[in-house]
């Protein structure tokens, strides 16, 4: 991946269920839920790769991954830290968009090839038929609103 942008939320999700990861691909420690936040970036020897000040709720901020493995630290205005999440960023499981991890979502990514992947799940729009049309056209395939709650980088619904 050439770089990833991830929507900063403030809510908690741990679970597996809240990623396509599975649970051996990612850890997520403390909490969250605080606005105003100082988000760190680091590669997997925990040397840092970006630093992003007063971040929001909803705001998005972006990085990009030096390997297979990216640690997140979310720091509360007075340096405490709140929560760790260590994310797996190699090809072998990829991220989706709708992935949450803790208290941020993977919002969309550009892969090494610069093709932007966002919010691609399609959706078949229907498309006017003729009453009497014995056979319709197909109806054609038009971006959407995203219809689950991960694609993959193909854009496929998972």
Same mark, same amino acid.
């Given at each position: 991946?050439? #770089?990833?942008? %991830? ?57 990009? +991954? ?30 989706? %968009?709708?992935?949450?991890?803790? #208290? ?29 049309? +014995?056979? +319709? ?5 038009? +971006? ?15």
């Amino acid at each position: 991946l050439k #770089s990833i942008n %991830i929507r900063y939320n403030a809510s908690d999700c741990s679970d597996i269920s809240c990623n396509s990861q599975g649970g051996d691909k990612f850890t997520v420690s403390g909490t969250s839920g605080v606005d105003n936040v100082r988000i760190d970036v680091l590669d997997k020897n925990m040397d840092l790769l970006v630093t992003h000040a007063s971040v929001s709720f909803g705001d998005v901020f972006q990085f990009s +991954p030096t390997g297979s493995e990216t640690n997140i630290k979310i720091y509360d205005s007075n340096g405490n830290l709140l929560q760790q999440i260590n994310l797996h960023t190699s090809c072998s499981v990829p991220l989706s %968009i709708g992935d949450q991890f803790g #208290s941020i979502i993977v919002e969309d990514v550009e892969t090494q090839s610069g093709i932007i992947v966002s919010s691609l799940c399609y959706s078949v729009a229907p498309s006017p038929s003729p009453v009497l049309s +014995p056979s +319709p056209p197909p109806s054609p395939v038009t +971006p959407g609103t995203p219809t689950c709650d991960a694609c993959n980088l193909n854009g496929e619904k998972q």
